[in-house]
């Protein structure tokens, strides 16, 4: 079954919503939400309680001279190893992780890689 794009969306904003639904960040224990544009992938520890974003960290620093894309997995490894280092500078060593509906490989799979390298559990 293929679908178009629209449909491709809505089934990840479905699957985002039904996650949600059941995962919450404390302040012990922050919900590490990720996403993905065309260009880039970003990653943010929220502790939804209090309703504040605790550390943030994107693949746009990582962009270099004549690339379009910082989304390949060895960015999105960068990516999570910064937001490990940055969790764990805040005492932070456990976390939620909510993948937004987007599939667990690829770019997802390296991100999540990269903060467990730094010590941080799932």
């Known amino acids: 079954m293929v679908l178009s794009p629209k449909e491709k969306i809505l089934a990840r904003e479905r699957r985002k ?4 639904k059941k995962i ?5 224990k922050p919900r590490l939400c990720v996403y993905k544009s065309i260009r880039y992938i970003y990653a943010q520890l929220v502790d939804d309680i209090r309703g504040v974003t605790v550390a943030y960290v994107s693949s746009i620093k990582y962009k270099e001279e004549g690339k379009e894309n910082c989304k390949s997995a060895g960015v999105a490894r960068k990516v999570g190893q910064e937001l ?5 500078e805040k005492g932070i060593k456990r976390i939620v992780f ?3 509906g ?10 999540a890689e990269g903060v467990r390298e730094k010590g941080i559990e799932f």
């Open 24 to 28: 919450e960040g404390t302040q012990d």
């Open 84 to 88: 490990g280092r940055i969790a764990a």
């Open 98 to 100: 909510d993948r937004s």
């Open 102 to 111: 987007y599939p667990y490989h690829g770019t997802v799979k390296a991100l």
């Open 17 to 20: 919503k039904r996650i949600k």
